[in-house]
């Protein structure tokens, strides 16, 4: 099997996603923290992506890469995004071409057009980048990257503007968004093995009443979500109606991240 190189696989996102990229490829799982539960085809690197050379002896001898790692959250300061998301995407990026891998897919988010109101178009796939939030702002520059190290390199790069990736649907915004484990792994797979990628952006969702990406290039791609949002509620989903209309983010494509002000740049000099 050919050796797929996993970050932040600890994370809930990483974890769940295992299971079904175990199936295709032997799994070299990079995360921070201890990686538990390992199976047979899987193994562990502990360590952190903003060492360049713990960096390179990660990715030398794997195949493909799927970027999950990151720093985030609503108010996250710009400072604490530089190295785990800027350097960290740039170093495996470079040692990716260094080391001659072939695929590269990047965990991009939502959240990169977060900052528009949710009624501003029917569907958001084609909309100028609006990023909410520094940690947004941090993938806008990383599908930027893709883009230029594929456009220099025979490194073919595949973006993933993930949804929300929760086990349940716990809201009506991110039902309009949300993305089962299976599904998810459906489009990775199709960024690590189509023969017609080179570089792609497209949206990690899966079926959902009133969608806000109608995902039409990965559909093109042969991507065929088998889960439907409506049929994944929380116990606790709250509708529309009583989602608090201010702080829910509710109004946003991004929801809270769209209304937390952003952290001064200024005060540090």
Not at 41 to 59: I, K, N, W
């Amino acid at each position: 099997m050919p050796t797929l190189l996993v970050t932040g696989a600890a994370g809930i996102v990483g974890t769940a996603l295992r299971p079904f990229l175990r199936q295709r490829y032997t799994l070299r799982l990079l995360d921070r923290k201890p990686v538990e539960g390992l199976v047979s085809g899987e193994s562990a690197l502990v360590g952190d992506l903003t060492d360049p050379a713990f960096v390179q002896q990660a990715v030398e001898g794997v195949d493909g890469i799927v970027h999950l790692a990151c720093a985030h959250g609503t108010d996250i300061a710009f400072q604490s995004t530089v190295e785990p998301n800027y350097h960290a995407t740039l170093y495996l990026l470079e040692a990716a071409q260094r080391f001659g891998v072939k695929r590269f897919v990047f965990a991009s988010s939502h959240h990169v057009l977060g900052q528009y109101r949710s009624d501003q178009a029917e569907y958001f796939d084609d909309m100028p980048v609006a990023p909410d939030s520094y940690y947004a702002l941090s993938k806008v520059f990383g599908e930027a990257t893709c883009t230029t190290f594929s456009l220099r390199s025979d490194l073919a790069t595949f973006i993933v503007r993930i949804g929300n990736a929760d086990a349940k649907v716990s809201d009506a915004r991110r039902l309009r968004m949300w993305t089962s484990a299976r599904d998810l792994a459906q489009l990775l797979l199709i960024g690590l093995e189509h023969p017609a990628v080179r570089n792609e952006i497209v949206y990690g969702v899966s079926e959902s009443p009133n969608p806000l990406f109608h995902n039409r290039r990965a559909r093109e791609l042969g991507y065929a979500p088998q889960d439907n949002a409506g049929e994944h509620l929380a116990d606790n989903f709250l509708p529309y109606e009583a989602m608090a209309p201010v702080g829910s983010g509710r109004d946003h494509v991004g929801g809270a991240y769209a209304g937390v002000p952003l952290a001064s740049v200024l005060e540090r000099v």
